[in-house]
């Protein structure tokens, strides 16, 4: 169990979310479904699942604009007006992006992996938000494994650790099992929130839209 919250002894609602560290809707859409979870009162836990947006991205990452460009043919004024959305949607929830020129797009293989070990210590989730923050809040270089490892240290995990599994790769098999497993069952975009492991949510829907999915499962459990 990765993050939750229960108050009676019923089953809690699971919750398992798809989603990569660089996708700004996947922070947007967690951050909506959390104030939905805490306006319906929802008992529920939440497991998080790794996916890749740009798996063949260079391991030195890329300028984000220039990625925009080229893989979805946007001029600088879409990108510019796409940021502007994002930025409000964020405020809208209470995170902080802050684009700028030099913000990039990285490979996240190595992320992946250090989220896996932290599971293993059941801090997973922790880990998740403050990647979520490094990478879209301040500009952290979230290709560089000291980087990472500093990140691990500061939510309170073993630093020399978590640098030791980005040097070894020694869960890079189980992470790309895991990544084909949900490309298997037709994930092809995040983030996709699975309900339950019935009702699948794809994208950021909004508070109301999440607390009106809840209130349907409560009604659908009754």
Same mark, same amino acid.
């Given at each position: 169990?990765?993050? +939750?919250? $229960?108050? *009676? +002894?019923?089953?809690?609602?699971?919750?398992?979310?798809?989603?990569?560290v660089?996708?700004p809707?996947?922070?947007?859409?967690?951050?909506?479904?959390?104030?939905?979870?805490?306006?319906?009162?929802?008992?529920?836990?939440?497991?998080?699942?790794?996916?890749?947006l740009?798996?063949?991205?260079?391991?030195?990452?890329?300028?984000?604009?220039?990625?925009?460009?080229?893989?979805?043919? *946007? +001029?600088?004024?879409?990108?510019?007006a *796409?940021r502007?959305?994002?930025?409000?949607?964020g405020?809208?929830?209470?995170?902080?992006?802050?684009?700028d020129?030099?913000?990039?797009?990285?490979?996240?293989?190595?992320?992946?992996?250090?989220?896996?070990?932290?599971?293993?210590?059941?801090r997973?989730?922790?880990?998740?938000?403050?990647?979520?923050?490094?990478?879209?809040?301040?500009?952290?270089?979230?290709?560089d494994?000291e980087?990472?490892?500093?990140?691990a240290a500061e939510?309170?995990?073993d630093?020399?650790?978590?640098?030791?599994?980005?040097?070894?790769?020694?869960?890079?098999q189980?992470?790309?099992e895991?990544?084909?497993?949900?490309?298997? $069952?037709?994930? $092809?975009?995040?983030?996709?929130?699975?309900?339950?492991?019935?009702?699948?949510?794809?994208?950021?829907?909004?508070v109301e839209?999440?607390?009106?999915?809840?209130?349907q499962?409560?009604d659908?459990?009754?």
């Amino acid at each position: 169990m990765e993050h +939750s919250k $229960q108050l *009676s +002894s019923d089953q809690p609602l699971r919750i398992d979310i798809v989603s990569d560290v660089v996708c700004p809707w996947c922070v947007v859409g967690y951050r909506q479904l959390a104030k939905a979870l805490e306006q319906t009162d929802t008992d529920y836990e939440i497991h998080w699942h790794p996916f890749e947006l740009n798996p063949n991205m260079p391991s030195a990452g890329q300028n984000l604009r220039e990625h925009i460009m080229e893989k979805y043919g *946007s +001029s600088k004024a879409e990108s510019d007006a *796409s940021r502007v959305r994002m930025t409000e949607a964020g405020n809208e929830v209470g995170f902080t992006f802050n684009f700028d020129d030099d913000t990039r797009m990285h490979n996240t293989f190595d992320l992946h992996q250090l989220l896996h070990w932290a599971d293993q210590q059941g801090r997973m989730h922790d880990l998740k938000q403050a990647l979520f923050a490094a990478h879209f809040t301040h500009g952290r270089n979230i290709s560089d494994k000291e980087v990472l490892a500093d990140i691990a240290a500061e939510i309170g995990l073993d630093r020399s650790e978590a640098l030791a599994v980005l040097e070894d790769q020694r869960f890079a098999q189980e992470v790309r099992e895991t990544e084909k497993h949900w490309q298997q $069952q037709g994930i $092809q975009s995040v983030p996709a929130i699975i309900f339950n492991e019935r009702h699948l949510v794809s994208g950021a829907q909004g508070v109301e839209n999440y607390t009106q999915i809840l209130k349907q499962l409560a009604d659908m459990a009754d």
